[in-house]
């Protein structure tokens, strides 16, 4: 039987037996009524006219005739019991005798006993309808009681079984629930299949089952593991946002939302690019993305962020997620992962380290330029003539000298670089007046190992836009140092071009290259390839990338072990 079922027959049932209990009651009630007004209206009514007529006869006044009259009058009208008729009607010849004076004492006696008889009539009919109201009330509480006792038993069974049938299901369908969540995906629960409840618990052992054969299958393995992998990303200390193919936003972990300012809700699950009209620094993290190749290949700068109050430095590295599909050669890709790491810390020592190495190289330059005038007066022979050993040992001091304000200059001008004050005067400028200079530059160095310069450049060829001074000493650099590293009477190679948007300058020497797994390092600051006997801070190239680079252009190497290395200088051309 079904739970309604149940529900509105008990209540039902209920509701009829208040109802009979009601009608039983009202029942006997009027019963009660109505022996009672029976009493008080027949028989009450003809005692109390007897009464007035009994006074009436005692009285002696002129008006006692007609109270007597009277009352008889309303005892005509109220009779009820078996021979009060008959008596009346007697009564009323007797007074009708008196009134004429017939047999004035006889007559009076006669109307006495006739009233006394009338009265005693009165008398036994109410004792005999008390008796009837009292069988009457009797049997009223019997019914009642029977009928009270009924509805109790009825719903004292509903009482103990109605909330049982509902709630003891409920109960154990309650447990069996805390079974799933428990991942006990085995637990059934069993009712009366004709109930509400028999098809809830049919609908949960469905579910149960397809819980369990959902637990069993790999599916929910994979659930379970990108449940651990958002855990772990969201426990991690770097900003991490993941985006797909379409740079729509997977995920994002509680860092990254700190730091970009826009609530979970508002990010997850919406294209980057909408994203970044009204956010700058997710404009900042896709701008890569945005551009052909999606900025494979590129370095970018550190990020500096204000968050939590105060300024934050972070190095931004893009993965590219791709896959080979199944069946497939091809590789494809199917999004990008966005790692943003903290480097404050090491951006602070930066600072402090190169505020240091800028100090130190200022207050070292000026005792050094010192020297190095005070050797160009002892050269001087109208100071005084030296000897051979004496000129020796100036000529060794004076390359140390000179080889120390190379150091403290290079040193100077990386600090410029690493604190951002760089002062560039971009300019057209003609290549071919570059290489004039970076060539006069190095000639006396070139003739002291016999090396010879062969140039490759067009009669016409578009100027490039740069500061020519910068420019120049990075030219000077890359010459300076193929040079340095090629044999005696070596030919380095210098050729200018064209290739659309950007002039190159390449030079090639012969010298003895550089091993592969040092090639991406060359341009690290103070990085010297190892095992090299040549002298040097290892800062001329990085400082060279950071010149040309903050120009706009770039500068590469190409080099096989053992056959020379060829440095290229990609500058933009002017518009």
């Known amino acids: 039987m079904k739970i309604k079922t149940k529900l509105t027959l008990g209540v039902g049932l209920l509701f009829i037996l208040i109802i009979l209990l009601s009608l039983v009651g009202a029942r006997y009630i009027n019963a009660l009524k109505n022996d009672t007004e029976n009493i008080l209206v027949a028989n009450y009514n003809?005692?109390?006219?007897?009464?007035?007529?009994?006074?009436?006869?005692e009285d002696?006044?002129?008006?006692a005739a007609k109270k007597f009259e009277i009352n008889l009058q309303n005892q005509e009208k109220n009779n009820t019991e078996i021979g009060e008729k008959e008596v009346t009607t007697e009564l009323r010849n007797r007074f009708n005798d008196y009134k004429i004076g017939k047999s004035e004492n006889h007559v009076l006696t006669t109307i006495r006993t006739q009233i006394f008889q009338l009265m005693n009539m009165n008398m036994q009919a109410i004792q005999r309808k008390s008796e009837v109201a009292k069988a009457t009330a009797?049997?009223?509480?019997?019914?009642?009681?029977?009928?009270?006792t009924l509805c109790f038993l009825i719903a004292f069974t509903l009482l103990v079984n109605l909330p049982s049938n509902i709630a003891n299901p409920i109960q154990e369908l309650t447990e069996s629930i805390e079974q799933i969540a428990s991942e006990n995906y085995a637990e059934r629960v069993h009712f009366e299949s004709h109930s509400e409840f028999g098809q809830l618990a049919?609908?949960?052992?469905?579910?149960?089952?397809?819980?369990?054969?959902?637990?069993?299958?790999?599916?929910?393995?994979?659930?379970?593991?990108?449940?651990?992998?958002?855990?772990?990303?969201?426990?991690?200390?770097?900003?991490?946002?993941?985006l797909d193919e379409n740079l729509k936003v997977i995920f994002a972990n509680e860092e990254a939302?700190?730091?970009?300012?826009?609530?979970?809700?508002?990010?997850?699950?919406?294209?980057?690019?909408?994203l970044s009209v009204k956010n700058d620094l997710v404009r900042t993290l896709i701008q890569d993305l945005m551009s052909p190749g999606n900025g494979v290949?590129?370095?970018?700068?550190?990020?500096?962020?204000y968050s939590d109050n105060k300024e934050g430095y972070f190095d931004k590295e893009t993965i590219h997620i791709s896959i080979t599909p199944t069946g497939e050669q091809t590789k494809k890709?199917?999004?990008?992962?966005?790692?943003?790491?903290?480097?404050?810390?090491?951006?602070?020592?930066?600072?402090?380290?190169?505020?240091?190495?800028?100090t130190v190289s200022h207050e070292f330059k000026t005792p050094i330029s010192s020297i190095k005038m005070s050797l160009q007066l002892l050269e001087n022979e109208k100071v005084g003539k030296l000897n051979d050993e004496q000129k020796n040992l100036l000529y060794s001091i004076n390359d140390d000298v000179t080889r120390l304000l190379k150091i403290t200059g290079e040193l100077l001008d990386m600090t410029q670089v690493e604190s951002g004050n760089i002062h560039l005067t971009?300019?057209?400028?003609d290549s071919r007046d570059i290489l004039d200079f970076a060539l006069k530059a190095t000639k006396t160095q070139a003739e002291q190992k016999y090396i010879k310069f062969s140039i490759d450049c067009p009669q016409s060829i578009s100027k490039v836009q740069a500061d020519q001074e910068k420019t120049t000493w990075v030219l000077t650099n890359l010459l300076s140092n193929g040079i340095r590293y090629s044999y005696d009477n070596a030919t380095i190679n210098i050729k200018i071009s064209e290739a659309d948007t950007f002039v190159n300058i390449s030079v090639k020497d012969t010298g003895q290259g550089i091993a592969p797994q040092h090639k991406d390092k060359i341009f690290d600051r103070y990085y010297r390839v190892p095992g090299t006997k040549k002298e040097g801070t290892g800062l001329g190239l990085a400082i060279s990338k950071e010149f040309i680079e903050a120009q706009g252009g770039q500068i590469m190497v190409e080099s096989e072990f053992g056959a020379g290395s060829t440095f290229t200088l990609m500058l933009q051309k002017a518009t």
């Open 46 to 57: 003809t005692l109390e006219y007897c009464r007035n007529m009994l006074l009436a006869l």
């Open 60 to 63: 002696s006044s002129a008006n």
């Open 138 to 148: 009797d049997k009223a509480v019997l019914w009642i009681a029977i009928t009270g």
């Open 202 to 242: 049919k609908s949960f052992n469905i579910m149960a089952e397809k819980l369990e054969e959902y637990n069993n299958s790999s599916l929910a393995k994979l659930m379970m593991e990108k449940k651990r992998i958002e855990t772990l990303i969201n426990n991690m200390h770097d900003p991490v946002i993941g």
């Open 257 to 274: 939302m700190k730091i970009v300012g826009v609530p979970k809700a508002e990010i997850v699950g919406r294209y980057s690019q909408d």
């Open 297 to 305: 290949g590129t370095k970018t700068k550190p990020i500096k962020i």
């Open 333 to 358: 890709l199917i999004g990008h992962v966005i790692i943003l790491r903290n480097i404050t810390e090491y951006k602070e020592l930066d600072f402090a380290k190169t505020n240091f190495i800028a």
């Open 426 to 429: 971009i300019l057209p400028t």
